[in-house]
């Protein structure tokens, strides 16, 4: 693991500066076989920095290992401010999603909110694939195709620089741009 060998490097050579960033798979023990995650509390001692990718990731770690405050704190992933113009004049508003398509994500919570919309017309896109990208589709197709207000696309796996620059094409974007992860 990334953290933990420079954990050991700073153990070995002190001047070394040792930061690591956390995210869902590093932080969160429940996502693990008994809970567990070795060498935790090792290696944060020899860290410098650990930068976790959420507030509540951030809460989480400085709860699970008191004494540690100074060398836990946020730092979100995404991308430079992307300049979109949030009013226009079109009919149909976009909402844009981004990111692997697996359970954890909860992408299937967005088709369940479309289908509740019964006054503004919208178009979905999503960026992203994963595991369950097939049965999501199939879950769109059942869910939305009905409706005259929803329309949907799967753009599948895109690289983060081909999004900004879609987004920066496409000043109509105006509902919300999800965090890419």
Not at 80 to 103: A, F, G, K
Not at 142 to 147: A, H
């Amino acid at each position: 693991e990334f953290a933990y060998s420079r954990a050991l490097l700073k153990n070995q050579v002190p001047q070394f500066m040792a930061i690591t960033r956390a995210d869902g798979w590093d932080v969160y023990f429940e996502r693990h076989p008994n809970n567990y995650l070795p060498l935790r509390k090792y290696t944060l001692n020899q860290l410098d920095q650990c930068l976790v990718v959420s507030d509540f990731g951030k809460q989480y770690l400085k709860n699970k290992f008191q004494g540690f405050d100074n060398k836990i704190s946020t730092s979100r992933l995404g991308t430079p401010d992307v300049t979109i113009n949030t009013h226009d004049n079109s009919e149909r508003y976009q909402l844009v999603s981004c990111s692997s398509i697996i359970s954890l994500k909860r992408i299937d919570r967005i088709i369940h909110a479309l289908q509740l919309i019964k006054n503004t017309k919208i178009h979905w896109i999503h960026f992203g694939s994963g595991e369950l990208q097939d049965k999501l589709k199939g879950e769109a197709k059942k869910r939305l195709d009905s409706s005259e207000l929803i329309t949907w696309e799967f753009k599948g796996h895109v690289p983060n620089d081909q999004v900004i620059d879609w987004v920066r094409a496409h000043p109509q974007v105006s509902l919300q741009l999800l965090g890419r992860l």
